[in-house]
Every structure is written in structure tokens, then in C-alpha cells.
């Protein structure tokens, strides 16, 4: 039930790990559908396509993937990453993402001799932390369009302890009322504790693809095509993350993103198909042989 794309891969060959790791197959399918794509193209110069690069990034889940590519030496016209899960997909859409980082300063002390002079910032944090919405706005009820508020790592002690919060939408002026909820939650917060002071930082993560896409309409439409050209019926869906194809349609090459075959990314359970890797591979090789005919056009 929790893998209902299995069902269809009875017979198929499927590549797991024993459920204690993961299997990288994010993005290591991706890896693999791509060099597997060149190779067919080098082994059958009789299919047309126009130049191609290939760009491999590190760092593409911490946001800094495309931090040293170099755009006027790629000199594209669009791009593909591929990222994605399952089969057949066809990604226009990331969310728009922000990162909150809540700061509070207290005042350390032995505890022994804490009593009014000590204001414990681990406390205040938590107090924080119980005023955001759990039954809405969180990744535990929350799916398909809707947003989230989704603190995720805490660290520190009495003096100083902080929380980093991602915020996530597909409207990215969604963004500004969430950092204005924890504006109001950390002034409501430090009424409560003058001694104490709260700091809010937003960082910019990245944009949804979606509005540098209808600059350059052939790249979606285009993937669309090739996916259909390869036998399958194609999933325009939206990402409930990034890619690195978000930042670099910011940057101003459009970049949707493709499927790799990959299923369950970032868990144990992950587990990918090799028949679905090697229909990824066929997208791919349809994909060039599409941009060949716009360019004879």
C-alpha cells in the first residue's frame, strides 16, 4: 500500500538496500540515466541532435548546486535536470522557499544561583516553538499546493539556543505572511520574557520555476513531447521541493525537471527500476532529437 507503484514492476528489476540506508538513487539514477543517454547518442550518430552539455553538480541538496556553473559558458537555450521520481514525470513547478532562523539570547548562570538572574533560552525556544500551527501549515497535514512552516533542526544551550524553519510555498508572497506569523509569535514571546531577546533572520533559498518557464514555453512543452515520443504518458506534476533547475531558471535558463526512476528519495525505503531508468533514458534521447528539428526549423 505504501509502494503502489510496485505493483506494476512485477518481473521487473528493482534495486533496493536492506532498509537501514539509503540507496542514493537520488541522484545517483540521474547520474546514470544521463551517461547512458550520451552513450546511446555516441553509438548512433545517425539520430540528429543539436550540441549538447552535460553539467554535474555536488551539493544540489544543501541549495549550493549550481553556486560555480557558469551560464554564459554553458550558453543553452534551456535546460533538464534530472531529479525527479517515478516515471513519465514532467516538473514545471517548485515550491518558492525561505529560511527562517529564530535566535534567542538569554542569560547563563549556575544554576545554583540562577534564581532571577538566570533566563533560559532552551525554555523561551520551546515556548516558541508551541505557538506554531501543527494542525495546519505543517508537512504533517499538509499536501499537494498547500504550504508549510516546518522547523528542523535545533541547537544551543541556556545562553543562546536557535531554530532553523523552512518555509515553503508555491506563491512566493506566501512567503512574507509566514515570516510575518513568526514576527508576531517572537514579539508575543518576548513580552513574555523582556530580560530575553528574540532575532529573526530570512535567507532567499529559491524561487518557483514556474514564472521563468513561460519566458521560454518550448522547455516544457518540448518534455512533454519527448515523453510522449518514448511510449509514456506524461505526468506534468509539482515538486514539494527544489531543484537545482530552480535556481538556474532564476538565473535565467529555464529548467524543468525529468524523471530518473528513483522512487521514496530520502528514505531507507528507497528503491529505484532499471526499466524505468532506461525509460528515463529514452526520454532523454527522444528529448534531443526534438530540439534537432526546432533547430532545422
Not at 546511446?40 to 549538447?52: D, N, R, S
Not at 520574557?193 to 518540448?222: F, W
Not at 531558471?249 to 531508468?277: F, I
Request: charged share 20%; aromatic share 4%.
Amino acid at each position: 500500500a505504501d509502494n503502489p507503484d510496485l505493483a506494476k514492476l512485477i518481473g521487473a528489476t528493482v534495486i533496493t538496500t536492506d532498509g537501514t540506508t539509503l540507496l542514493g538513487a537520488d541522484d545517483k539514477a540521474g547520474v546514470a540515466v544521463i551517461m547512458s543517454a550520451a552513450a546511446h547518442l555516441m553509438a548512433h550518430p545517425e539520430i540528429a541532435h543539436g550540441p549538447i552539455r552535460l553539467v554535474f553538480t555536488c551539493d544540489e541538496e544543501i541549495g549550493h548546486g549550481v553556486d560555480h556553473v557558469d551560464l554564459q559558458q554553458v550558453g543553452a537555450i534551456c535546460a533538464y535536470t534530472l531529479d525527479g521520481d517515478g516515471e513519465g514525470s514532467v516538473d514545471g513547478e517548485t515550491f518558492s522557499a525561505d529560511l527562517a532562523i529564530i535566535t534567542v539570547n538569554g542569560v547563563n548562570i549556575h544554576p545554583s544561583i540562577g534564581k532571577g538572574k538566570m533566563v533560559n533560552a532552551v525554555r523561551i525556544l520551546g515556548e516558541f516553538l508551541t505557538h506554531l500551527p501543527t494542525d495546519r501549515l505543517s508537512p504533517e497535514c499538509t499536501d499537494g499546493r498547500e504550504g508549510f512552516i516546518h522547523p528542523y533542526h535545533i541547537e544551543g544551550g541556556v545562553g543562546q539556543a536557535s531554530v532553523r524553519i523552512l518555509l515553503r510555498d508555491f506563491e512566493t508572497p506566501a512567503l512574507r505572511e509566514y515570516a510575518t506569523q513568526l514576527e508576531q509569535i517572537a514579539a508575543r514571546v518576548q513580552a513574555q520574557h523582556p530580560r530575553c531577546t528574540i532575532e529573526l533572520k530570512i535567507v532567499e533559498q529559491y524561487r518557483n520555476m514556474r514564472d521563468g518557464l513561460v519566458k521560454e514555453p518550448r522547455a516544457l512543452s518540448k518534455a512533454l513531447e519527448a515523453t510522449r515520443a518514448a511510449g509514456l504518458e506524461p505526468r506534468q506534476t509539482v515538486i514539494r521541493g527544489g531543484t537545482d533547475g530552480s535556481r538556474l531558471t532564476a538565473l535565467g535558463l529555464p529548467t524543468p525537471n525529468l524523471s530518473t526512476g528513483e522512487h521514496n528519495p530520502h528514505s531507507p525505503l528507497e528503491w529505484t527500476s532499471v526499466e524505468e531508468m532506461q525509460h528515463a533514458v529514452d526520454v532523454l534521447v527522444a528529448l534531443a532529437q526534438s530540439w534537432a528539428f526546432e533547430s532545422e526549423a
